[in-house]
């Protein structure tokens, strides 16, 4: 048995079915990333674990513990989002808070610490995400990748289960994008739990121990950076990998 285990996960938009009886294993420590065309599920999933959307059906199981995730129940809704911390493509900082003290608000607020640990706490996650020189500066004052590093510091100081991470660097300028994969490495080899939604193919091959390719709301294909990227053999998803020129560029560089 896996250490995480997503099963029967259903969600319908209208007569749309988003993503269709799907389930997935994954390894504490991993770092899974999802793959596949536009408006295929991807954000859908990790917005039906973090119950943002109410799906159809679904469990989802952390270690000896089961939630029900067409729970309506707001205690268990809470104790579900206590478990799969999300950070969204859009930061979404509180704006009249400073760094510090938006890492810290949900520490105080949701989870009852003092402000001495809960600013501890903080600190270390961003000095993690190399923001800890930054500390006393307000969301309008900072760039976009380093707003999006105080997001991720948000959700690892929550001390959650599984990080979900929604195209993290999909609203930010080029020039920033590397700031934040950076960052997100640095949290992957400490060993925290990562499902991840992105385009970035080079650091998915990189940085990702699993990769999961989805197409209406199934899992087409799964498996380790090199036998998705190097050894594909279903052929929906090497289509999609010549479609944006990766098998090309992996070609190029073995």
Same mark, same amino acid.
């Given at each position: &048995?896996? =250490?995480?285990?997503?099963?029967?996960?259903?969600?319908?938009?209208?007569?749309?079915? @988003?993503?269709?009886? %799907?389930?997935?294993?994954?390894?504490?420590? #991993? @770092?899974?990333?999802?793959?596949?065309?536009?408006?295929?599920?991807?954000?859908?999933?990790?917005?039906?674990?973090? %119950? *943002?959307?109410?799906? !159809?059906?679904?469990? +989802? /199981?952390? $270690?000896?513990?089961?939630?029900? +995730?067409?729970?309506?129940?707001?205690? #268990?809704?809470?104790?579900?989002?206590?478990?799969?911390? &999300?950070?969204?493509?859009?930061?979404?900082? +509180?704006?009249?808070?400073?760094?510090?003290?938006?890492?810290?608000?949900?520490?105080?607020?949701?989870?009852? *610490?003092?402000?001495?640990?809960? !600013?501890?706490?903080?600190? %270390?996650?961003? #000095?993690?995400?190399? &923001?800890?020189?930054? %500390?006393?500066?307000?969301?309008?004052?900072?760039?976009?990748?380093?707003?999006?590093?105080?997001?991720?510091?948000?959700?690892l100081a929550m001390d959650p289960e599984l990080l979900l991470l929604d195209e993290p660097t999909s609203a930010l300028d080029?020039?920033?994008?590397?700031?934040?994969?950076?960052?997100? /490495?640095?949290?992957?080899?400490?060993?925290?739990?990562?499902? +991840?939604?992105?385009?970035?193919?080079?650091? @998915?091959?990189?940085?990702?121990? /699993?990769? @999961?390719?989805?197409?209406? $709301?199934?899992?087409?294909?799964?498996?380790?950076?090199?036998?998705?990227?190097?050894?594909?053999?279903?052929?929906?998803?090497?289509?999609?990998? =010549?479609?944006?020129?990766? *098998? #090309?560029?992996?070609? =190029? =560089?073995?």
């Amino acid at each position: &048995m896996s =250490y995480i285990e997503i099963r029967g996960l259903s969600k319908r938009f209208g007569d749309t079915q @988003v993503l269709d009886n %799907l389930s997935l294993d994954i390894e504490k420590g #991993d @770092v899974v990333a999802v793959i596949g065309p536009s408006g295929t599920g991807k954000s859908t999933l990790l917005r039906s674990l973090n %119950l *943002l959307e109410t799906p !159809e059906s679904g469990f +989802l /199981k952390i $270690g000896e513990k089961e939630y029900n +995730l067409t729970c309506r129940s707001g205690s #268990d809704r809470r104790k579900i989002r206590l478990e799969t911390e &999300m950070v969204f493509q859009q930061f979404n900082l +509180l704006k009249n808070r400073n760094t510090l003290e938006n890492v810290t608000e949900g520490l105080i607020t949701v989870k009852g *610490l003092s402000k001495a640990e809960a !600013e501890r706490r903080a600190l %270390l996650e961003l #000095d993690r995400v190399g &923001m800890s020189d930054r %500390l006393f500066h307000y969301p309008r004052h900072l760039s976009g990748g380093q707003q999006q590093r105080v997001a991720i510091a948000r959700a690892l100081a929550m001390d959650p289960e599984l990080l979900l991470l929604d195209e993290p660097t999909s609203a930010l300028d080029p020039e920033l994008v590397g700031e934040v994969l950076t960052a997100i /490495k640095k949290v992957a080899a400490a060993g925290n739990t990562i499902l +991840l939604v992105t385009h970035e193919m080079n650091f @998915v091959r990189n940085a990702a121990t /699993k990769v @999961v390719f989805l197409e209406h $709301g199934k899992v087409e294909a799964q498996g380790t950076p090199k036998e998705i990227f190097e050894n594909a053999d279903n052929p929906r998803l090497k289509q999609f990998l =010549y479609k944006i020129n990766f *098998l #090309d560029l992996v070609d =190029y =560089y073995i």
